[in-house]
């Protein structure tokens, strides 16, 4: 395959402003031996480079008129237009086998244009992000995408001795990341697992892992606490996961009640929807995440508090809350178009939640496992009388998802 037809590296600019950068950008890639074509992803003014790809082709995939898209007044509608052309156009040119990776530089239009069309690339599929935003609050941008965020320091406004560095390293890590081969090591032979854990259900969730890749499965592991549940989602829909171990469902108490780890409206759909095997509990669902106390809004003045740490202060789900939470695992799990068991520990569900714990409250686990029951329909609920981080506990949840799932294939 010639380097015109080979897949390339897609530059991401406003090139009204940042046309200089981005053409530095695009003449070290291909330096480093990278095919590269540059995008323009600008509102108004006149490009300072010529682009491969126009903005007009950018706002037309938004499905925009171009004409009047000159006229907005509005830069942010502007800007969220360029946004939504440039996912579509990265999206389709991935899917034609023309694209190799995504790299982008820019203020907050740039960082909301690039990582707009880096979050509508799969996983695995190279992303770096030059930003004068990325030493903050990124999350906003990244979401649960694979997105590399280098810090552009200075200003992005020129080439000069602190930005020719930066702008350097990010064509060299781009370059590498589309040339270099991956690692050969990667386990792609093992069925994958994911599972998802909080510090207060560690113990259960290590000790099933252990099962799982006894038995030859491959486990990753998500950190429950707003993006890693949506992480796995994603995940599970782009077909990568073939079973869930979904001890902790703590996420959804957070988005029922108002806590800060929510992984939104979303969560615990994806494998009823892909009918993947899965088996759900409710680790966690005793309580609801802020970070210092000062941050827990006035109307839950009266409730429970646990200082986890010094950043996190965790508040008591009620029975109440609890018939929500229960409703809602209960619903979703039914949806399942494949196998799946909710496990339910009737000792207790987190390290703080069990006889003489700080949330011990028999009354709402009561009321989360009758609302699951009430609305699980034909799903298996299966009653443990253990706590959750009890070996027994765990070694149950992974000895029933492996009886799900497809043969493990030798590791050897």
């Not at 004409?67 to 509005?74: G, I, V």
């Not at 990010?170 to 991956?182: D, F, N």
């Not at 508040?315 to 799990?333: D, P």
């Not at 443990?384 to 149950?396: K, M, Q, V, Y």
Request: charged share 20%; hydrophobic share 45%; net charge neutral.
């Amino acid at each position: 395959m010639s380097e015109q037809n080979s897949p390339a590296v897609y530059v991401l600019a406003t090139l009204d402003t940042k046309g200089i950068e981005a053409g530095y950008l695009v003449d070290r890639l291909r330096q480093c031996g990278a095919n590269s074509r540059l995008v323009d992803c600008s509102c108004q003014g006149e490009p300072r480079v010529r682009p491969d790809i126009s903005r007009e082709k950018i706002i037309t995939a938004a499905s925009a008129n171009p004409a009047s898209f000159e006229m907005m007044h509005d830069r942010g509608a502007a800007v969220a237009a360029a946004a939504a052309g440039a996912a579509a156009l990265m999206a389709a040119e991935y899917a034609r086998g023309k694209l190799a990776g995504v790299l982008a530089l820019g203020g907050s239009a740039g960082t909301t244009i690039g990582t707009a069309a880096m979050r509508a690339l799969p996983w695995g599929v190279p992303k770096v992000m030059v930003s004068t935003l990325a030493s903050g609050q990124v999350r906003h941008f990244v979401g649960h995408k694979d997105i590399f965020m280098l810090n552009s320091v200075a200003d992005i406004a020129g080439i000069n001795r602190l930005s020719r560095p930066v702008l350097d390293q990010a064509a060299r890590a781009m370059a590498g990341l589309v040339s270099l081969p991956p690692d050969a090591s990667s386990g792609r032979d093992k069925s994958l697992v994911a599972a998802t854990m909080f510090g207060v259900t560690t113990p259960c969730v290590e000790h099933a892992r252990a099962v799982l890749e006894k038995a030859g499965y491959e486990v990753v592991v998500f950190h429950a606490t707003g993006a890693g549940g949506e992480a796995m989602e994603s995940l599970i829909r782009e077909g990568l996961i073939a079973g869930v171990l979904d001890i902790t469902t703590t996420e959804l108490a957070d988005e029922i009640v108002g806590g800060f780890l929510s992984a939104g409206p979303a969560r615990l759909s994806a494998a009823a929807e892909c009918g993947i095997p899965q088996v759900v509990s409710v680790g966690a669902t005793d309580m609801v995440n802020f970070y210092g106390p000062a941050t827990v809004p006035a109307r839950f003045a009266d409730r429970k508090f646990h200082r986890h740490n010094a950043n996190v202060t965790l508040m008591r789900t009620t029975a109440e809350e609890n018939l929500q939470i229960g409703a809602e695992i209960g619903r979703k799990v039914a949806r399942s178009s494949g196998p799946a068991a909710i496990l339910f520990p009737l000792g207790g569900v987190s390290a703080i939640d069990g006889t003489g714990a700080p949330f011990d409250d028999p009354a709402a686990r009561r009321a989360l496992l009758a609302a699951i029951g009430a609305n699980r329909q034909q799903v298996e609920l299966v009653q443990l009388d253990c706590h959750l981080n009890d070996p027994a506990f765990a070694e149950a949840a992974a000895k029933r998802l492996i009886e799900m799932l497809p043969r493990a294939r030798s590791s050897d």
